[in-house]
């Protein structure tokens, strides 16, 4: 299987300030058609979990530009670039480029 | 807008049977994917199964292969998941996602295995 290490597993951030939490895989991501198959998703409390970045980089429908994502084959980023009170929640990472599919252990974002 | 409502969750013994239901609407049904992404008492997400549009092919996790089988009917536009012989580490909420990359998901529906 493939594993996802998501670093750290809880972050602290006052509002207004950054945040980036990372994603490694245990093997590399990148698919024979050029595309790297690498989602975030945010679990804000008592809700199911919503789709911020598909494939590394592309935000999803209505996500603010805020959030970010970068990396490549096996090191990915999420990074927000101004945390709001709304940001709480737990961030988890993806691959859906081998089964079965793998999430990480989820990052938990609280606000100061 | 797209909706996906979880239903049929509920409390059963171990080696029982359960079947969840997902509704959905607001896009074409047939056009997509189905996942079902289970989420045990605060724990993280895991993926258990999807099927293809058609419902030529099926996908499990290995903990569940030979237990649970997932289906569809794309005339009433839903989703299923059949769960046969339940175990104690099945307990948890579990939610119908659209496509493989789960982009948008239900609400969940909670099955608790207990005696």
């Known amino acids: 299987d493939t594993v996802m290490t998501q670093t750290p597993l809880s972050l602290s951030v006052t509002p207004g300030q950054p945040a980036s939490i990372s994603c490694k895989s245990s093997?590399?991501?990148?698919?024979?058609?050029?595309?790297?198959?690498l989602y975030w998703y945010l679990q804000k409390p008592g809700q199911p979990p919503q789709l911020l970045i598909y494939e590394v980089s592309k935000r999803f429908s209505g996500v603010p530009d805020r959030f970010s994502g970068s990396g490549s084959r096996t090191d990915f980023t999420l990074k927000i670039s101004r945390v709001e009170a709304e940001d709480v929640g737990v961030y988890y990472c993806?691959?859906?480029?081998?089964?079965?599919?793998?999430f990480g252990q989820g990052t938990r974002l609280e606000i100061k | 807008e797209v909706q996906l409502v979880d239903s049929g969750g509920g409390l059963v013994q171990p080696g029982g049977s359960l079947r969840l239901s997902c509704a959905a609407s607001?896009?074409?049904?047939?056009?997509?994917?189905m996942s079902w992404v289970r989420q045990a008492p605060g724990k993280g997400l895991e993926w258990v199964a999807n099927i293809k549009q058609d419902g030529s092919e099926k996908k499990y996790v290995d903990s569940v292969k030979g237990r649970f089988t997932i289906s569809r009917d794309n005339a009433k536009n839903s989703l299923f998941l059949q769960m046969n012989s339940l175990r104690a580490e099945d307990t948890a909420v579990y939610y119908c996602a659209r496509d493989y990359n789960c982009n948008y998901w239900g609400q969940g529906t909670l099955v608790t295995v207990s005696s």
């Open positions: 093997q590399s991501l990148l698919h024979s058609d050029g595309r790297t198959y």
């Open positions: 607001g896009f074409t049904f047939t056009n997509h994917w």
């Open positions: 993806m691959q859906s480029l081998r089964l079965p599919i793998t």
